[in-house]
């Protein structure tokens, strides 16, 4: 479990307070680089490292994509970062999806562009955060904060690479109509996180 340092504790209760997730809990600590904690594993939670959150299905997988934005929609200056984690975490979860290796690479691929450009363009000042929602999702790893002076520029650049993963998405579902309905499902549910990265 995340654990906020002593000297820290008093900076991470002021974060708190300017950064909620309504009807959550976020804890803070640390700084904005990334690094290289991930965490323990957290079994029995929505983090992608427990059997009960496996996705097997397509509609399994449009559902949590459109789920991110519980978790994310009050993320503030996080939620770039915030879909990265999201993307990665479903990505983990949909390991045993059989028959759609092209999609998840897709997804890792989309998710991983997401967390380098956050990367690139973190809060030094900003402590990392976990967030916890009301339905029960929780960042898997800490989160990392994004200035608000850099903020419209990372959001343009982080819809422009959902839009990318929505096109590629819909060109490799032309081998069935039937794949083509699950793949066009699953590039909206994708694509409607921009509504965050817009407000």
Not at 38 to 65: C, E, Y
Not at 101 to 127: C, F, G, H, W, Y
Not at 146 to 156: E, K, M
Request: net charge positive; hydrophobic share 35%.
């Amino acid at each position: 479990m995340f654990q906020i340092s002593r000297n820290l504790f008093g900076w991470g209760l002021a974060i708190l307070l300017t950064v909620t997730v309504p009807a959550s809990a976020q804890e803070t600590g640390g700084t904005g680089s990334y690094g290289g904690d991930t965490g323990p594993s957290d079994h029995g939670s929505p983090t992608g490292r427990s059997p009960t959150t496996q996705v097997t299905t397509v509609p399994q997988l449009s559902t949590r994509l459109a789920q991110m934005k519980t978790m994310c929609a009050a993320a503030g200056s996080y939620v770039a970062d915030c879909l990265a984690e999201r993307l990665a975490t479903l990505s983990q979860d949909a390991a045993r999806l059989d028959g759609h290796s092209e999609m998840k690479q897709i997804l890792r691929e989309t998710a991983e562009e997401l967390r380098l450009l956050v990367r690139k363009n973190s809060d030094p000042e900003a402590p990392r955060a976990r967030i916890n929602s009301a339905d029960g999702q929780r960042s898997a790893r800490p989160l990392v904060a994004v200035p608000a002076s850099r903020r419209p520029s990372v959001h343009r650049q982080a819809i422009a690479i959902l839009e990318e993963a929505e096109t590629q998405l819909l060109r490799s579902s032309t081998q069935s109509a039937a794949r083509a309905s699950q793949y066009q499902q699953v590039a909206e549910a994708l694509g409607s996180n921009k509504v965050l990265l817009r407000s």
